[in-house]
Each structure stands twice: as C-alpha cells, then as structure tokens.
C-alpha cells in the first residue's frame, strides 16, 4: 500500500518564470532640468517629479487534482481519466470564463458535469481499492501586475526638506482570477469543481506618504 517514488513531484511553489522589471525616469519638468520652469509655484507643483514602477510576471502555480479517495498510498490515489482525455487536453483547458453568478470558471465548462462536479465523461474517481489513477499535475494561467509611484522634494525654510511619495498599486485596476495554484489542489468531487469566487489581487489603491528632513 506504498510507493514512495510516488512522493516526488513538483512543488505547490514551483513557478518556472518570474519576471521583475523595476524603473525610475525623472520628468523632464522643472528648476534643473530640460524643460525650465520659472514660476516658482508652478514649480512647485508640476516640476522636480520622479516617476517610478514595478513590472511583475510570472508563469502560473502548480497544483493537482485530487479524488479524495484513499485508495493507494494512504492519502490521495489521484483521477482516472476516460474516453481518450489526456493531461494535455486538461492543461489546454485551464482558462478564465464567466462563470455562475460573480464566479468564474478556470477550466473549460464542458468538464464540468450538471452536479457542478468534474465532468464523469472525462475525469472519474478511482473506485477500486488498490486503484492507483493519474497523479496530474496543471498549471495555472501567467498572471502579471504593475504598481507606479511619484517622488517630488520640496524645499523648506532652513535645511529643511520634505519629500512626497504617492503610490499606486494595481494602476490598471487589472483583476487576477485565481486558479487552483493559489487555492489549494482542487478535489474533483467538489460541488464547486472548476470555480473561483473572486480575484486573489486587489483592486487598484493610492497611497500617500510624506517625509520632512531636518
């Protein structure tokens, strides 16, 4: 009732690419730079602006389907897959589609049965004690996220100095529908099978924050 070489498999963190890409460009407005501005209060308003942002991209989380059935090796003996379906068609049918309600769907909906569970006609438990099914393993979609700040110094009277930082994350209010990656192993059982219920990041927020030197 045990196979350990079943235990080595991928890692519920084994994200293959990982892109961070991070800059800054002084705008070209202002006292000291190409496009001079004599005004002072203008100046101090639209001149001596440091833009910034942050890139993040990455290839989707690992996760596994699961039967909840304990029919080899103690824990989970994994799916069986029928009718000619290979992991292949499952990986391909990993998306983001409307689904019931609010909810999405991060498969495609043909494998998922009227019950809400996977689709029998496709994925199956394994049923019979000693069984061992397909231990399979997806990935989830390559999601990305882009945060910009602003940085401006003013000067004080004296040595004193302030600086203000405003701070955008999300600046496109672009939603990142989870799959399973982030969630845990789907069970194919679930009356849920194939939904997520809400993004897994935030939606778009400002921060400010000042700093005084003296």
């Given at each position: 009732m045990?196979?350990?070489?079943?235990?080595?498999t991928v890692a519920h963190y084994d994200v293959r690419h990982v892109l961070q890409a991070f800059g800054t460009y002084d705008l070209p407005f202002g006292r000291d730079r190409?496009?001079?501005i004599s005004n002072p209060i203008l100046d101090g308003i639209v001149g001596g602006w440091t833009l910034g942002g942050t890139l993040t991209a990455q290839s989707g989380s690992p996760f596994r389907l699961t039967s909840g059935r304990a029919t080899f090796n103690q824990y989970d003996a994994g799916v069986v897959l029928v009718n000619g379906t290979t992991v292949e068609d499952l990986q391909n049918a990993v998306r983001i589609s409307p689904g019931p309600g609010l909810n999405r769907y991060w498969i495609d909906p043909k494998y998922i049965g009227p019950d809400g569970r996977a689709n029998p006609e496709f994925i199956q438990l394994p049923s019979t004690p000693g069984e061992l099914g397909d231990l399979i393993i997806l990935r989830g979609?390559?999601?990305?996220?882009?945060?910009t700040a602003l940085n401006k110094d003013f000067n004080l009277p004296g040595r004193a100095s302030l600086r203000l930082h405003v701070t955008v994350t999300n600046v496109f209010n672009h939603p990142i529908w989870g799959t399973?990656?982030?969630?845990?192993?789907?069970?194919?059982n679930s009356t849920t099978?194939?939904?997520t219920g809400s993004?897994?990041?935030?939606?778009?927020?400002?921060?400010l924050r000042t700093e005084i030197s003296f």
């Open positions: 045990r196979d350990r070489s079943l235990d080595d190409h496009f001079r979609k390559a999601t990305w996220t882009f945060d399973p990656g982030w969630s845990g192993n789907p069970s194919i099978f194939g939904q993004p897994i990041n935030g939606a778009r927020q400002m921060y």
